[in-house]
C-alpha cells in the first residue's frame, strides 16, 4: 500500500489545515491507521490512532479538542482536521497504516514498522 499526505502548509497561530493521507494499492480496510508527527529534533510522536481489531482510538493529550481525523472510503482517504493550531504544532506529519496491535506511541517509535508516506510540512506562526 502507498500513502501520499497532502495539505500542508504555513499558517498562523490559531488558524486550521486539514491534511489528507490517500492510500493507493490498497484500501485502509485492513489496517490500523494512525496520524504521526515528528518536530526537529524531536522524536517522531503519534497524534491520532485508531485500533481496527476493537475501533479503539488514541489522541495525544495535547491535541485534545483541537485535532479530529474522518475519512471518506469513496477516496480512500483519511483527513486530519487540525483547528486552533500553535507553533509547538510545527512538525513534518505523517499518515501510516500497520498489522497488529500495538499502542500508538509504540508505532512512532519504531522505525521500518508498517507503511508510511512522505510527510507534509505543517509550520504554524506565532
Known amino acids: 500500500v502507498k500513502l501520499v499526505e497532502s495539505g500542508g502548509g504555513l499558517v498562523q497561530t490559531g488558524g486550521s489545515l486539514r491534511l489528507s493521507c490517500t492510500a493507493s494499492?490498497?484500501?485502509?480496510?485492513?489496517?490500523?491507521i494512525g496520524w504521526f508527527r515528528q518536530a526537529p529534533g524531536k522524536e517522531r510522536e503519534g497524534v491520532w490512532c485508531l485500533d481496527k481489531s476493537d475501533d479503539k482510538t488514541y489522541l495525544a493529550d495535547s491535541v485534545k479538542g483541537r485535532f479530529t481525523v474522518s475519512s471518506d472510503d469513496n477516496k480512500n482517504t483519511v483527513y486530519l482536521q487540525m483547528d486552533k493550531l500553535k507553533p509547538e504544532d510545527t512538525s513534518v506529519y505523517y499518515c501510516?497504516?500497520?498489522?497488529?496491535?500495538?499502542?500508538?506511541?509504540?508505532?512512532?517509535?519504531?522505525?521500518?514498522?508498517?507503511?508510511w508516506g512522505q510527510g507534509t510540512q505543517v509550520t504554524v506562526s506565532s
Open positions: 494499492g490498497d484500501t485502509f480496510d485492513d489496517y490500523n
Open positions: 501510516a497504516v500497520w498489522i497488529g496491535q500495538l499502542a500508538c506511541p509504540v508505532v512512532a517509535g519504531t522505525r521500518g514498522f508498517g507503511y
